[in-house]
């Protein structure tokens, strides 16, 4: 699986922006997909993750009600709402996928997944 990731960009703080993923392969609606973010100095870090189906989703506390995860799986994509931004969401932005199955014990793991794009960069101003 190749895994795509676009939409960042240079945003002012409580602007919007929306990433995408985009998979390659026939096998994506069976993956769990996650998003992790990486600021300059950091360790890369959860966000988002959500199942196979979009029935179950699971956010980090520090985006938990501004971030929302979505997929459609007929277009083999996954997205990431980013709103109310903030200049600490500056980060560079990962998608990755897990073959695995559903759980929320492992999710905010980077071990969990077993696929990396290549990242998007959101730069927010204060």
């Known amino acids: 699986v190749q895994l795509q990731a676009s939409g960042g960009g240079l945003v002012q703080a409580g602007d919007s922006l929306r990433l995408s993923c985009a998979a390659s392969?026939?096998?994506?609606?069976?993956?769990?997909m996650g998003w992790f973010r990486q600021a300059p100095g950091k360790e890369r870090e959860f966000v988002s993750a959500?199942?196979?189906?979009?029935?179950?989703?699971y956010y980090a506390d520090s985006v938990k009600g501004r971030f929302r995860i979505s997929r459609d799986n007929a277009k083999n994509t996954v997205y990431l709402q980013l709103n109310s931004l903030k200049p600490e969401d500056t980060a560079v932005y990962y998608c990755?996928?897990?073959?695995?199955?559903?759980?929320?014990?492992?999710?905010?793991?980077?071990?969990?997944?077993?696929?990396w794009g290549q990242g998007t960069q959101v730069t927010v101003s204060s």
């Open positions: 990755a996928a897990d073959r695995g199955r559903w759980d929320e014990r492992v999710l905010a793991g980077q071990s969990a997944y077993d696929y």
């Open positions: 392969g026939r096998t994506f609606s069976t993956y769990v």
């Open positions: 959500i199942n196979w189906s979009g029935s179950s989703t």
